[in-house]
């Protein structure tokens, strides 16, 4: 595994091309357009990531589902019917494609334009485009955005990683751990538009927690441990599981949580920037943890269990309080040390390891790595 702050490499040695300037095809997920949030963070990431490239320099191509929204007009759009969630499959799920896959259709565009381009880029966590990659004239990087789920991801997924060393990307060391293969892979973290986010150095006597309201992120600790702390907990977040919710708001007396909806990001930073603190309660391996950039972005200390990518972020005692894992009494402990934290060092956390800029020659670092490699392999 490289890792983020080393791997870097310094002495940017010039691209394939004899310049610094990379022609990139961009993949995205193909489980919704981007800009509907169905795609979940990872078409956060690359919005993120078309804008950071730009920027340094590099030509940067997109192709993504129909009704896709970006910060250009010329999205290459596809048609098709789009896969399962992987989330939503057992480990020894077989891998099942539709007829008339959208992911399926995407690669039949990169398939015919592949020669335009130095690298290609894929964010889907799906079987075909890993399935395809030695049958490609291009080196494709994989930018993995969760952790090990099923079998046959896991299989396809290793042998790109052992085959093709460094091309496949993961978020963080906590990711890669979830694959038996994690010291093939190479560590990206994750990055930010930070501008949008408005540092608080002062907070109002209420928590937060925002999230995919599901049972798997454990808000019933969340709010256990705010009932007991004494501070209201405002959630916000789109409810993936209605059921859950509503057992929750049954369990506690009103006024404990109060739930705010699915806000976009500047109403939601609104509210979370003058909270006492972040509670991050995930009961899986969480491959990043977006909220705790968010939070540390508005000065906000951020309480996680010791668990996943929340855990490699956070440093303990300084920008927030790592508790064991499913611990409410842990949780309710760390409350009472909010006040200890300096909100100025969760904002200077955020511009220092997860800006849009820091993010972005992180990932032109590991392009050039790809390259290198490749090239040497003629
Ligand atoms: N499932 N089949 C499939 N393909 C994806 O690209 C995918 C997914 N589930 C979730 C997901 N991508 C993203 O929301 C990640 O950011 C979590």
């Known amino acids: 595994m490289i890792d983020c702050e080393n791997g870097c490499l310094v002495d940017k040695p010039l691209g ?3 310049q610094l300037s990379l022609r ?3 993949v995205s997920t193909p489980l919704g357009p981007l800009g509907s949030g169905r795609g979940g963070g990872v078409e956060l990431t690359l919005l993120n990531l078309w804008t950071a490239l730009t920027e340094q320099g590099h030509q940067v191509q997109v192709i993504a ?13 596809v048609e098709g019917c789009p896969p399962v969630p992987a989330q939503t499959q057992s480990r020894t799920s077989p891998i099942l494609l539709p007829a008339h896959s959208l992911v399926a259709q995407m690669w039949e565009q990169v398939n015919g334009m592949q020669s335009e381009y130095d690298l290609i880029v894929n964010f889907a966590y799906d079987w075909l485009p890993f399935y395809l990659t030695p049958f490609l004239q291009r080196p494709i990087a994989h930018l993995v955005s969760m952790g090990s789920l099923t079998d046959a991801m896991d299989q396809i997924i290793g042998q790109v990683a052992t085959r093709y060393p460094w091309t496949v990307g993961m978020h963080t060391q906590a990711q890669a751990d ?20 408005d540092f608080a150095d002062r907070s109002e006597p209420y928590l937060c927690w925002i999230g995919r309201i599901a049972a798997e992120k454990a808000l019933e600790d969340a709010a256990a441990a705010a009932m007991r702390a004494g501070l209201p907990l405002k959630v916000m977040g789109h409810v993936a599981d209605p059921a859950y919710l ?12 109060e739930y705010l909806g699915f806000l976009e990001t500047s109403a939601m930073q609104g509210i979370l920037r003058h909270s006492r603190g972040l509670l991050v ?3 899986w391996v969480e491959a990043f943890g977006n909220v ?6 508005c000065g906000v200390p951020v309480i996680a269990y010791r668990r996943g990518g929340p855990a490699e972020i956070l440093q303990d005692g ?4 790592l508790v064991e894992p499913d611990s409410i009494d842990g949780l309710t402990e760390a409350i009472q040390k909010l006040a200890q934290i300096d909100r100025r060092a969760c904002r200077e956390q955020a511009e220092q390891n997860y800006s849009l800029e820091v993010f972005g020659q992180r990932i032109e670092g590991w392009f050039q790595k790809i390259l290198q490699v490749s090239a040497s392999d003629l």
């Open 65 to 77: 589902p129909r009704h896709s929204q970006g910060p250009r007009p010329d999205i290459i759009e």
């Open 281 to 283: 309660t995930p009961r």
């Open 16 to 18: 394939v091309a004899g």
């Open 24 to 26: 990139l095809l961009l």
């Open 178 to 197: 979830t694959f038996t293969f994690a010291e093939h892979c190479y560590c990206v973290g994750n990055g930010f538009d930070l501008s949008i986010y």
């Open 292 to 297: 705790v950039i968010e939070a540390l972005a």
């Open 246 to 257: 509503e057992k929750i708001q049954q369990t506690y007396p009103a006024g404990v949580i």
């Open 318 to 321: 300084k920008t927030g309080w």
